[in-house]
């Protein structure tokens, strides 16, 4: 789910090696054949940090090689540099969008934009962020939901990192958060602390829960993790269309996401039925924390997840694939 915008140029800067030497092997979607004579060729699919994300790149790319006779090049990229790769002719999906119209500015066709990307719809998936307890600390504080209480308990959050402060936990510094904004703009007495990654937030959720250790940090939905520790959401400010318009003065809860694929414009013209797919593609919070948990939780190879799902679900797939 997500990219900092100020640490977006550095992003850029630091992958975009990755894209020029990747391009070597990405293959021409207009030049290759899939079985029965369509022409499908080599979809470049981003694959972003974290596991939801995953699940649902996988499966529609292994109906794509499966079904369809694609080939699928997986590129582990944060989101804003997948869509610098829809400008490189190196990515041409994002299976998982949350937002972003800074980007949807600079690559739709639009004035100002190049008109390398564009939304392939929906993907079923209904997103929200936000900052969470474990559950025990609302048996125990049950007014801490509020955040005009957090400074209450602040002195519960301090950790070494935050210093006098309480510690909100993020995650990847590359996921969508204006946590620092949040922080400064309600005037609470926290530091925000970047864990590093999902699987860091979800280690320090799942230990504080069984340990009775206090922890605030920033989660998300869909996520499959809720479903064995269902975290507790603080209520902030209420989130009003345009109160997130300017990221230094931010002071409201994120939006509900409704999450979408962003497919390059080039790839959606190219008669690849695999484009079809992409955009047929949507299913849903359940489906995606079914296959994410296989991966992230009983240790399944994304392609052995995605299959096991697929051929338990052909309806659904009959119907991506317009059967």
């Not at 070597?24 to 972003?48: H, R, S, W």
């Not at 582990?76 to 190196?90: R, T, Y």
């Not at 936990?169 to 922080?183: K, R, Y």
């Not at 603080?234 to 509900?256: F, H, M, Q, R, S």
Request: with cysteine; proline share 6%.
């Amino acid at each position: 789910m997500r990219v900092t915008r100020s640490r977006a140029v550095l992003a850029v800067v630091a992958v975009s090696s990755v894209l020029a030497v990747s391009a070597c092997g990405g293959g021409d979607i207009k030049n290759e054949t899939a079985a029965g004579g369509e022409d499908c060729g080599t979809i470049n699919m981003a694959i972003n940090p974290w596991v939801g994300y995953e699940a649902s790149a996988h499966v529609v790319g292994y109906i794509a090689e499966s079904k369809l006779g694609c080939t699928v090049d997986y590129k582990d990229l944060d989101e804003q540099v997948s869509w610098q790769g829809f400008a490189e002719d190196e990515v041409d999906v994002v299976i998982e969008n949350w937002g972003h119209p800074e980007l949807q500015k600079k690559y739709f066709k639009s004035p100002g934009g190049d008109g390398s990307a564009m939304s392939a719809g929906p993907n079923g998936n209904e997103g929200i962020i936000g900052w969470y307890v474990p559950p025990w600390m609302v048996e125990k504080y049950p007014d801490i939901l509020d955040w005009k209480n957090l400074n209450k308990y602040a002195d519960l959050f301090k950790t070494p990192e935050s210093g006098d402060k309480g510690t909100l936990f993020d995650g990847d510094p590359g996921f969508v958060t204006n946590d620092e904004a949040l922080v400064k703009n309600l005037d609470l007495n926290y530091k925000v602390v970047f864990a590093g990654s999902e699987n860091a937030l979800i280690e320090g959720f799942r230990n504080a829960e069984e340990n009775k250790t206090p922890m605030l940090g920033y989660f998300y939905a869909p996520q499959w993790f809720l479903s064995e520790v269902p975290l507790e959401k603080v209520e902030l400010p209420k989130y009003t269309e345009g109160c997130d318009a300017d990221p230094e003065k931010v002071a409201c809860d994120y939006p509900v996401y409704t999450l979408d694929k962003i497919v390059a414009t080039d790839f959606a013209e190219s008669g690849s039925p695999g484009y079809d797919l992409v955009k047929n593609f949507q299913w849903t919070n359940d489906d995606q924390n079914e296959v994410a948990k296989m991966i992230a939780e009983d240790q399944m190879d994304p392609d052995d997840a995605a299959q096991k799902w697929v051929e338990e679900n052909p309806d659904k797939v009959n119907a991506w694939l317009g059967q």
